[in-house]
C-alpha cells in the first residue's frame, strides 16, 4: 500500500520535472530570448499538462533564474539591465582570479573536474547541442573555482552564475553563430591549459582573455 499512495505524486513531479527540462532546453538552448513572454495556454498545450504542474515548472525556473513573473503581464524569461549583467560578470571574475591564487597557493591542484567539463563541452559543441554546451561551460566555470576547496566560494560562485545563466548561454550562441561551434570550446581549452601549467597569473590571463566575450544586447 505505500508505494500505491505516491504514485500519483511521482507522475505529478515527473510532468513538472519534463516542462523544467522543456522550458531550460527552450531557453538556455536559444529558443527564447530574454523578455520574451510564455504564455500559459500554449505551454500546457504544446507539453500536453495541465495548468499545476506548469505552473509549479515556472515557480522552480524562477528560483533558477530563468525566468520572472511579472505583475498583471504573467511570466517571461528572465532579463537583467545591462548593468546588472556587466557588474554580475564582474563579480563572476574576481570571485574565479581568487579562486586561482587560492588553488595554487600550496599543491597542485586535481583538474580533473574541470577536463571533464571541457570534455562534456566539447562533445556537446559536436552535436550541436546548445543546451549541454551551455550547462558544461556553466560546470567548467564551477570547476575552476572549486579548485580553491571553499565551499563557501563555490556557494557564492554558483548563486552569480546561476543569474546569469541565460546570458552566458547567450553568449555561446552568439559566438557559435559568428565563430562555429568550436570557438568556445577553443578559449576554454586555453584556460585548461593554462592551469596545467601550473602559473596562477598566466590562469588569470587566460581567465581575461576568454572573458572578452561579453554581453551585448
Given at each position: ?146 579548485l580553491a576547496g ?13 543569474k546569469i545563466q ?52
Amino acid at each position: 500500500m505505500g508505494d500505491e499512495s505516491p504514485d500519483g505524486e511521482l507522475a505529478s513531479a515527473s510532468l513538472v520535472d519534463l516542462a523544467v527540462a522543456r522550458l531550460s532546453r527552450e531557453i538556455l538552448g536559444g529558443g527564447s530570448d530574454p523578455g520574451e513572454r510564455l504564455i500559459e495556454e500554449q505551454l500546457t498545450r504544446r507539453f500536453g499538462i495541465s495548468r499545476a504542474p506548469l505552473r509549479e515548472a515556472l515557480r522552480l525556473l524562477a528560483q533558477q533564474g530563468l525566468v520572472e513573473h511579472v505583475p498583471r503581464r504573467g511570466v517571461r524569461v528572465a532579463t537583467l539591465s545591462d548593468r546588472d549583467v556587466r557588474e554580475l560578470y564582474e563579480v563572476r571574475d574576481v570571485l574565479e582570479r581568487y579562486a586561482v591564487h587560492t588553488a595554487f597557493s600550496g599543491a597542485r591542484p586535481d583538474l580533473s573536474g574541470v577536463v571533464t567539463a571541457l570534455e562534456a563541452m566539447r562533445a556537446a559543441a559536436v552535436r550541436g547541442d546548445r543546451l549541454d554546451v551551455a550547462d558544461a561551460h556553466r560546470r567548467f566555470h564551477c570547476s575552476v573555482v572549486a579548485l580553491a576547496g571553499n565551499g563557501q566560494l563555490s556557494a557564492t560562485h554558483g548563486s552569480v552564475l546561476l543569474k546569469i545563466q541565460l546570458y552566458m548561454a547567450l553568449n555561446l550562441r552568439r559566438e557559435a553563430d559568428s565563430h562555429g561551434g568550436e570557438s568556445g570550446v577553443h578559449r576554454h581549452e586555453n584556460v585548461l591549459a593554462a592551469l596545467k601549467g601550473g602559473d596562477p597569473e598566466q590562469v588569470i590571463a587566460a581567465l581575461e582573455s576568454h572573458g572578452a566575450q561579453t554581453y551585448i544586447p
